[in-house]
Structure formats: structure tokens, C-alpha cells
């Protein structure tokens, strides 16, 4: 080989070697993995997935952590059992879990209460017996794995991919189709497009989650902090009481039978977060505009058995609509904590 040919390709392999470096410099810099072109909205840049820390208890298996999973894909899902928006996104949570479990995906459940009765591990064991949750679920009573996490949501969802970062996020319900697709990329399985399904539907005039303690109570009408009486005008995403509630930090109690509250909602369904104080059955009558119609799955026959802390269906309307529910105590001892509401 004559010296033009060796500096010839000597300035071929320096050029090559040029763009692979430079190459390997765009991609550290712009933390560009190998599927990431696949994903469907990537996070701009990923970043290395937190630890699961301050675990009180865990259920469906083992400790896990998040260093120990490098080499799958894991999903952690940020959750409560009384929030209806976590509630809507378990049953998806779970159709993952069976899909793709044995292909690679550990999902992660994080229970990271709301209220204090979440905290009890026996009322988070029913909610995974009730809605048949298999995959582990960390109980993270003193939120540090949420602050580890910076989370501020329920529920929020936070994909990994094998090298241990997070890679997608998102928060609330929906984009189910988004989720699957991108799980299925990171697996380096075919790529399939998965129809969006049961999306949450949301009206801007929806009434708002409301809560009823003193704590973060709002939009509360009644004139007296004590002697309440139904005023004469509840105005819309409003609320009152009457009778003898005693007013506690994260709930509302009645103190006899005959204790009142009412709310003016503009949704298709109303969900009630209640308790018995003393664990023992307490009951309400439920009205609808006066009448005992249109009412949720828990209130039937028009009345609501409350004996566990957890969330309650209330008011189903046969289309979304502007209405006044009231909840009538049959017994001291109620616990009412916060409305949620639904268009679907």
C-alpha cells in the first residue's frame, strides 16, 4: 500500500471516528435511548427513575427496587382507593399487568393515601381483594417515596424503561393507548396500535372535587359555623349543612340522626368519600331534587350503608345535568369527606 492510500484512510477512519463521537455526544446530551424515536410523546429528556423508599408495608410479594429491576420495563402508578380518578385507571393497570407481566413489565402500585383511614394496611388489603389488583403495591403512608418522586398527583404514572430512567409520564386518566403503545415499544415487542378505550369524559361546567373538613373545606354556604341551617339559595358547586355536624379536620360528622348535607352539582354521577366513626354500619337517605330517583350503584334503594371508609356512588342522572343531592343521616357517627363527580 503506497503512503497516499495509508493517509487516505487514515482521514477516512479520523472522519469516522469523528461522527461516531460526535454522534455519541448528541445522543448523551439529548438522552436519546434506542426506541426512543418509537415512543409516543417522550419525555424531552429522561432522566434516572427514584427509589421506592419509606415503605410502611407491602402487599402481593416482596421489598422491590428500583435498582434491582434494570433489564425490564417498569410502570409506577401513584394512587389512592378513595379517588375515583386512581379507580378509573386500575382496571387498565391491570389488563397491562396481564398482558405483558410475563413479557418483561413490573408494575408497581404506590398507595399514597389521602386520608388517614387509607393509611390502615386491612382497609388497603379489602380495595386490592375489591378491585383484584395482583401486582405489588407499596403502602407509602408518609409519602416519601411521592416526594422522592416530586409527585403532586393521584393518579400519576411514571414509565421506566431497562436502563432504570423515566422515559414517560403521565397524569390523570386517559391516553390508555398511549401507555400500552409505549410499554410495548419499550419490551421491543411488535408495534401495535391500541385503540383508546373508556376515556373519562370531562365538561368544563363539571363540578369541582370538593372537600368537606376544615383542613381543605371549600365553597361551604351555611351563614353560623354551628348552628347550621339550610340557607335558601344554594348556588351552583355549592354546599350546606343542618343539624348538628361537628366539623373535623379532614371530615364532617354527624352528631345525630336527621343531620343534613346538601350539594348543588352539575355532573352524571356524584361520589361521596364516607366512613362510620366507630367502624360500625351507619345509614343515609339519599334525595335527588327532593325525590329519591336517579341514584348510584351504593344507593339504590335509596339508602347508603356506610361501614368501611371508602368511596360511595351516589347519584347516576340518565345524562350529565344540573341537580341538588341531599344526604339525610340515620345515625350519629357519619363521616363524610369529600364529594368527586363523573360524566360518564
Known amino acids: 500500500m503506497n503512503i497516499k492510500s495509508k493517509i487516505t484512510k487514515t482521514k477516512n477512519f479520523i472522519t469516522k471516528a469523528k461522527i461516531i463521537s460526535a454522534a455519541i455526544i448528541f445522543s448523551s446530551i439529548f438522552n436519546f435511548s434506542a426506541n426512543a424515536a418509537d415512543l409516543i410523546n417522550p419525555l424531552p429528556t429522561s432522566y434516572g427513575a427514584s427509589e421506592i423508599v419509606g415503605i410502611e ?12 429491576l434494570k ?19 386500575l382496571p387498565h393497570m391491570i389488563e397491562l399487568d396481564k398482558k405483558y407481566r410475563d413479557k418483561g413489565l413490573v408494575i408497581i402500585g404506590v398507595h399514597a393515601p389521602e386520608f388517614d383511614f387509607e393509611k390502615n394496611p386491612q382497609n388497603v388489603a379489602a380495595a386490592l381483594r375489591k378491585f383484584k389488583i395482583k401486582y405489588p403495591v407499596a403502602l407509602d403512608n408518609d409519602l416519601k417515596t411521592w416526594k422522592n418522586y416530586h409527585n403532586q398527583y393521584w393518579p400519576a404514572h411514571y414509565l421506566i424503561n431497562k436502563e432504570g430512567k423515566v422515559v414517560y409520564t403521565h397524569f390523570g386518566e386517559g391516553a390508555y393507548d398511549v401507555m400500552e403503545n409505549n410499554v410495548r415499544v419499550l419490551l421491543g415487542l411488535d408495534k401495535q396500535k391500541i385503540e383508546e ?42 354546599w350546606a349543612l343542618q343539624g348538628n355536624w361537628e366539623v373535623a379536620g379532614q371530615f364532617i360528622e354527624s352528631k345525630k340522626a336527621g343531620d343534613s348535607l346538601k350539594f348543588n352539582f352539575i355532573a352524571k354521577k356524584v361520589f361521596l368519600v364516607m366512613a362510620s366513626a366507630d367502624g360500625k354500619e351507619v345509614r343515609a337517605k339519599i334525595f335527588v331534587n327532593g325525590k329519591q330517583k336517579d341514584l348510584g350503584e351504593d344507593a339504590k ?30 345515625n350519629a357517627g357519619l363521616r363524610a369527606y369529600a364529594f368527586t363527580f363523573g360524566n360518564k
Open 197 to 238: 378505550k373508556d376515556q373519562q369524559i370531562y365538561s368544563r361546567s363539571q363540578s369541582p372535587e370538593t372537600y368537606l373538613g376544615d383542613e381543605r373545606g371549600e365553597r361551604n354556604v351555611n351563614e353560623d359555623a354551628k348552628n347550621f341551617i339550610f340557607p335558601k339559595v344554594i348556588p351552583n358547586h355549592h
Open 301 to 330: 334503594i335509596g339508602m347508603v350503608k356506610i361501614k368501611n371508609s371508602e368511596l360511595y356512588e351516589i347519584v347516576n342522572l340518565s345524562q350529565g345535568g344540573n341537580g341538588i343531592v341531599e344526604i339525610k343521616a340515620e
Open 71 to 89: 433489564g425490564k420495563v417498569v410502570l409506577v402508578d401513584f394512587w389512592t382507593y378513595s379517588c375515583i380518578n386512581c379507580l378509573r385507571t
Open 57 to 68: 408495608k407491602w402487599f402481593n410479594g416482596s421489598a422491590l427496587k428500583i435498582s434491582d
